[in-house]
């Protein structure tokens, strides 16, 4: 079973940084395609941006476009985002995804547990 690990959440002040990663636990795994959603409450999942395995094929929401920048490190199996000029909008649980027969907006195969970025205003 794959098993997707976010790390790098937490509070920031508004105009802030936070740089995300999420890498597969357990039997080695590397997707093809993978990508980042965010869940604030009450609200429905949303997709944010996502990358294929070179790294040429990207994707941004426009609420997050000139913002974050997703990429991948394949020689240490890690996606991240880095999430630049933070807005209180952007509060949310953020989950990684991987593979997907429709990319870029999914479903997606695999899924992590979410990490938690609040940002303050």
């Known amino acids: 079973q794959v098993q997707l690990v976010e790390s790098g959440g937490g509070l920031v002040q508004a105009g802030g940084s936070l740089r995300l990663s999420c890498a597969p636990s357990?039997?080695?795994?590397?997707?093809?395609?993978m990508g980042w959603f965010r869940q604030a409450p009450g609200k429905d999942r949303e997709f944010v941006a996502a990358?294929?395995?070179?790294?040429?094929?990207?994707y941004y929401a426009d609420s997050v476009k000139g913002r974050f920048t997703i990429s991948r490190d394949n020689a240490k199996n890690t996606m991240y985002l880095q999430m630049n000029s933070l807005k209180p909008e952007d509060t949310a649980n953020y989950y990684c995804?991987?593979?997907?027969?429709?990319?870029?907006?999914?479903?997606?195969?695999?899924w992590g547990q979410g990490t938690q970025v609040t940002v303050s205003s």
């Open positions: 995804a991987a593979q997907s027969t429709n990319w870029p907006l999914g479903p997606y195969d695999y």
């Open positions: 357990g039997r080695t795994f590397v997707a093809d395609y």
């Open positions: 990358i294929n395995w070179s790294g040429r094929s990207i």
